[in-house]
């Protein structure tokens, strides 16, 4: 199965985008996303040591496996090498997209976040090497406070003009998960909203309420 089939296949099955973060042990919380449904995990924990971060990932590879879901790694491209990960997200920051597709080689995703009209045309000009893009953040969030919200006019533009498969994200919850679908996003991705959940599986079922009534 190409990279596209393989984002396609997750996105019919569950068009929620998973994220760890917050509190909760990670292992648990990711086996309450994948129980509710969820079939793309980003592992995204930045303030553990490699060691710690390298075990956890290879826990949850293999919990993905279980599920038939994509583990997607958060920055550390010799981390997504190392436990065998679907993917990796990189950020404006990082490596710039040629050169970690160059070391990943032809079958890992790569997902990129943008912030700007600008942003998404530059991720435009790597057609091919780019499997996804971040749309965010579109309201305020905690996750990343000194970010500027882009606004939900964002996603609209960028579903029209992305060439890629757009994962919208930041503040979004269940209170306004409709105004996000309704721009008709390929994922949404409700971090906080999730993690800091005591049913999971009941707020994956509300967050999805808005896209069964667009699609």
């Not at 089939?5 to 099955?13: F, I, Q, R, W």
């Not at 060439?163 to 503040?171: E, R």
């Not at 999730?194 to 309420?209: A, F, K, R, W």
């Amino acid at each position: 199965m190409d990279r596209k089939d393989k984002l396609t296949e997750v996105m019919n099955a569950c068009p929620i985008y998973g994220i760890t973060g917050g509190t909760r042990d990670v292992i648990p919380l990711v086996k309450d996303m994948l129980s509710a449904g969820i079939r793309i995990i980003q592992y995204r924990e930045k303030g553990k040591t490699p060691i710690l971060r390298y075990q956890e990932a290879m826990i949850l590879r293999r919990l993905t496996s279980d599920y038939h879901a994509l583990l997607i790694i958060d920055d550390y491209v010799d981390l997504a090498l190392a436990v065998h990960a679907d993917g990796v997200h990189i950020g404006q920051d990082d490596l710039p997209p040629n050169t970690v597709r160059r070391i990943v080689g032809p079958n890992m995703l790569i997902g990129w976040s943008t912030h700007s009209i600008s942003d998404l045309k530059a991720a435009n000009r790597y057609t091919g090497v780019i499997d996804y893009i971040g749309v965010g953040p579109i309201f305020s969030t905690q996750t990343k406070p000194n970010a500027n919200p882009v606004g939900i006019s964002y996603v609209y533009w960028a579903k029209q003009f992305s060439k890629v498969p757009i994962v919208a994200i930041g503040g979004i919850k269940t209170i306004n998960a409709d105004i996000v679908w309704q721009a008709h996003p390929d994922f949404i991705c409700a971090v906080s909203e999730i993690t800091e959940s005591d049913h999971i599986q009941n707020t994956v079922y509300e967050l999805m309420t808005g896209y069964s009534r667009v699609r």
